[in-house]
């Protein structure tokens, strides 16, 4: 989920406007256009949980056609989220600078697409520009602020009221493909090597065959951290209500210390180890019984693996909704404070108790989650 500062949406807003007088589409798509053997260019240059949400839309594009060409346009930020997917073949790497800009361009140019799809659901400076000069036959986006830059231009739902797949799988409709017909979960595949290391991990700590409890601290910003104390005192509360269940305490590299701080009155807890590549750290959430995690890309990993998970939301903004686990069992607890420190113990034990309570019975939960509970 995009969260911009003032100064970069007024900054945005100002191209955007520019862009409207120089970018001109809207050649109309054919009714009886066969899909089957385009060649497709999906535009997701933002963060690495926007790149997991739009591999539903992959799959079932290639379901429906195998013999769609697809390829991705990513940047150095979120490019390796897709470098295990065997249906994408090309990844275009977007480096932020003008020079990189002018690059891709002329090599997009080159490949003759027939279709351009923006998977932004706001409008991007960034993503109009690519749109407007990759030369695709048709460009293809969501209704908004930018969509002069498309030719076809498809209903946005509601960002309240809507989940994120949801929203972008109204994209598919172009192609003739109904999304209540096609799995729209989340798809990541880990390399058969890292699926060693997490087993070596796991068997290393004495965690095999355990029903082990996942703990992500790492933020994807800083309003998203915990807080050590709360971490601390929700471990000593598992540690107490799920006795046979070892606590694997999971961070980025550069939360290395701020996990060693958390662990460090608590010896039963288990420190994983530095994961190298973020195919590494999925390996690790693969294999957990559950997962508690702020707002960060591990929440659709776990959805991708249905691991069910307790996720904590900041949601300062009650019009756009939060990207909770889509398809898989989960409990989303919110704050609409900016910062996820106001969200208490008690309430993430209380949704950790009705998690496993569902994971006990194998209830099942619809497609579409009823909701957080906000605070």
Not at 194 to 214: D, H, M, Y
Not at 248 to 257: E, Y
């Amino acid at each position: 989920m995009e969260i911009l500062k003032p100064a970069e949406l007024l900054l945005r807003r100002f191209l955007l406007r520019i862009l409207r007088f120089v970018v001109k589409r809207g050649r109309p798509l054919p009714r009886d256009l066969d899909c089957s053997a385009k060649k497709y260019l999906f535009v997701r240059q933002d963060r690495i949980g926007d790149v997991l949400v739009s591999t539903s839309l992959l799959h079932a594009l290639k379901t429906r056609y195998p013999a769609a060409t697809v390829d991705f346009l990513l940047s150095t930020n979120n490019h390796f989220v897709l470098l295990n997917e065997p249906l994408v073949r090309k990844r275009w790497v977007y480096e932020r600078s003008f020079a990189s800009a002018v690059k891709i361009i002329l090599a997009l140019r080159k490949e003759h697409y027939d279709f351009v799809i923006d998977l932004m659901d706001n409008p991007s400076a960034t993503s109009t520009i690519f749109c407007a000069l990759a030369g695709g036959v048709w460009n293809v986006g969501l209704s908004k602020e930018n969509a002069y830059s498309y030719d076809v231009v498809v209903p946005l739902l509601s960002r309240r009221e809507t989940h994120i797949i949801d929203r972008l799988a109204m994209l598919l409709t172009v192609f003739g493909i109904d999304p209540a017909d096609a799995d729209m979960n989340v798809h990541y595949s880990v390399l058969d090597e890292n699926k060693r290391f997490a087993a070596e991990t796991f068997a290393k700590a004495g965690l095999a065959g355990k029903q082990v409890v996942g703990i992500n601290i790492s933020p994807g910003e800083g309003t998203r951290f915990w807080g050590t104390e709360n971490y601390q005192a929700l471990i000593r509360w598992l540690r107490s209500a799920f006795q046979d269940s070892p606590i694997l305490l999971l961070f980025q590299p550069s939360d290395k210390a701020v996990a060693e701080g958390i662990a460090k009155p608590l010896p039963e807890v288990i420190l994983s180890p530095e994961t190298r590549t973020f195919d590494e750290f999925s390996g690790l959430i693969e294999n957990l019984w559950i997962l508690i995690t702020p707002d960060t890309s591990a929440v659709h990993l776990a959805a991708a693996f249905s691991i069910p998970s307790v996720v904590l939301y900041v949601q300062s903004n009650k019009d756009l909704r939060v990207w909770e686990p889509y398809g898989s069992r989960s409990e989303t607890v919110v704050t609409e404070v900016d910062d996820l420190r106001t969200i208490s113990v008690e309430s993430v034990t209380q949704a950790v108790e009705r998690l496993t309570m569902i994971a006990a019975t194998k209830a099942r939960i619809g497609r579409h989650p009823a909701g957080p509970s906000v605070l």
